[in-house]
């Protein structure tokens, strides 16, 4: 069996306001893409930074590649990236500038060629030479997710990385990550809030709740579980407790 | 091991911002332009009423520039930094496999960038308006500046290091911290001047042996170099403190989860 990508061992990490995420563990095998759902303060973002090596654990551990976070970071961090729209880039700068800087630091080889393919993907040709703070929600987006794709990451973690687009865009975003994954046999930890987004593109699903994992499975498989048609309703379902609600009445 | 590819990678993303933006150019020049120019026409007005002013000749103007290239030092390199938090891509930086000590090295090259577009039309203006020469100083000036940004980029490292751990809220250290150097690093006046208590506070930092070294010089004529060598050491043991800092702050910045909420 091949070593995960991503592997996640009895992972905490407490702040002083509280318990962040509580002794979570999972592991991502090479290729797949796996869905992070819960509402807000589960503890999905900070599962996400611990895995970026950007917040230490309290205990527990984590491993990228077989090199362990954030201990061994510099190992690993030119072969992941990561998108979130609660994280911005340079706004000051054009398109093309933050993709040489972000391209240079990842070390992109050919990177005039590189620009040119991932904003003739992203469709962005036509705004390489403007700043990045003049663009649309949308069109940031997209050169967020061009910026986390610039280094041909072997693990991408993407947080809610179609919020605030329209469905046609967020759609059409979906399809490049899909294709990308595919075409790179990349890794892919996407939190979402969008359910129907999780659905399309995940092979299995981990829902979290006040810092534990409470379910982790293929969507038909949650699907059957819960008696649901939609993963919405499975996420309502986790969320108010229902599940251990029935359990409880029988 | 430090890459130079990265450290390129920094500075040109820093040059980007700066060319983008003619007040941030303007800014760099216009502080100590205003600043040159009261401190030299009182030395101007002061050398016509008084002996001793006649024959200190440019230690106001000399006092000034010097000072500028400690302060301008030390915010070249923290606003470079606080471009960052305030553009919230400080985490798309620490994800990267950008490590702390090439980031440092890009900011100090900043800060000499900036530095230099900032005080070489003033130290042109000095010339132009009250006939000093501050290049004349030659080596000399090498050795006060290079003193002097050193100790810049040391306070410049320990401010990024609070900000970062601690958030914007801690900004206003980056603007204020230089100006508690002004009175006890004697700037304008001998350490001779201050209490005994002060001036044994004063012997502690860096910069003071510079502006006592300026006076000789401009003065007596004489170039102090064991002032200088004391001045070496000092900034040695200041900027290993403050390297040591940042990586602890940073360290608690990681545990607290401050790289991702960079606000207030």
Redesign the interface.
């Known amino acids: 069996m091949n070593e995960p990508a991503v592997s996640v061992d009895r992972l905490v ?1 407490i ?1 002083k306001t509280g318990t ?1 995420v509580a002794g979570i563990s999972f592991a991502l095998a090479p290729g797949s893409i796996v869905g992070l759902l819960g509402g807000n303060g589960a503890g999905k ?2 599962t996400i ?1 611990m895995i ?5 654990p309290t205990s527990g551990s984590v491993r990228v590649l077989g090199w362990e976070m ?1 201990r061994q970071r ?1 190992r690993v ?2 072969r ?3 998108e ?1 729209p ?9 398109v093309r ?1 933050n993709l ?3 391209g ?4 992109v080889e050919g990177l005039g060629d590189r620009i040119a393919a991932v904003s003739a993907e992203f469709d962005l040709t036509d705004l390489l030479d403007r ?1 990045t703070g003049k663009l649309s929600a949308g069109q940031k987006t997209r050169v967020a997710v061009a ?1 986390a794709l610039l280094n041909h990451p072997d693990i991408l973690l993407l947080d809610e990385p179609t919020a605030s687009l329209d469905p046609d865009t967020a759609d059409w975003v979906r399809g490049r990550l899909e294709a990308y994954r595919l075409e790179r046999g990349a890794t892919v930890l996407l939190a979402s809030h969008n359910m129907a987004e999780v659905e399309r593109l995940c092979d299995r699903v981990i829902i979290m709740k006040k810092g534990r994992i409470e379910d982790d499975a293929p969507p038909q498989t949650l699907l059957a579980r819960y008696g649901r048609s939609t993963l919405e309703e499975v996420f309502l379902d986790v969320a108010r407790g229902r599940r251990e609600a029935d359990e409880a009445a029988q | 091991m430090p ?1 130079l ?2 450290i ?3 500075v ?2 820093y040059w ?2 700066l060319r ?2 003619w007040p941030r150019l303007l800014e760099l020049i216009y502080w100590p332009a205003v600043q040159m120019l009261t401190w030299g026409f009182l030395q101007l007005y002061l050398a016509q009423n008084a002996g001793f002013f006649a024959r200190a000749g440019g230690t106001f103007i000399g006092a000034v520039l010097l000072w500028d290239i400690l302060f301008r030092g030390q915010l070249g390199f923290s606003i470079s930094f606080l ?1 960052e938090m305030w ?3 400080l ?9 702390p000590i090439e980031f440092i090295a890009a900011l100090m090259i900043m800060s000499i960038v900036r530095l230099v577009i900032g005080m070489v039309p003033v130290t042109l203006l000095a010339l132009g308006f009250f006939a000093f020469n501050i290049y004349a100083l030659g080596l000399v000036l090498a050795a006060f500046f290079v003193n002097l940004i050193l100790t810049s980029w040391a306070i410049g490292i320990v401010v990024s290091a609070i900000v970062l751990r601690n958030g914007l809220g801690a900004e206003s250290i980056a603007w204020t911290i230089m100006f508690l150097l002004l009175p006890l690093a004697c700037v304008y006046y001998p350490v001779t001047t201050l209490p005994q208590v002060l001036q044994i506070v004063a012997w502690t930092l860096p910069p003071t042996y510079v502006f006592e070294g300026m006076r000789a010089m401009l003065i007596d004529r004489v170039f102090r170099v064991d002032l200088m060598i004391d001045a070496l050491a000092l900034n040695a043991v200041l900027l290993v403190a403050a390297t040591a800092a940042f990586i602890a702050l940073l ?1 608690s910045a ?4 401050a ?2 909420q960079t606000g207030e």
Do not use: C, H
């Open positions: 990490k702040y962040a973002t900070t930074a970026l090596g950007l917040i230490t954030p510099y961090l030119d992941m990236n990561f979130s609660y994280v911005d880039m340079p706004m000051r700068l054009t500038q040489t800087v972000f240079r630091l990842y070390g700043q910026k | 890459s590819r990265r390129g990678a920094m040109l993303r980007y911002l983008s933006s471009e553009a919230r891509n985490a798309n930086l620490m994800i990267s496999p950008l490590r360290r990681r545990r607290n989860g790289l991702l």
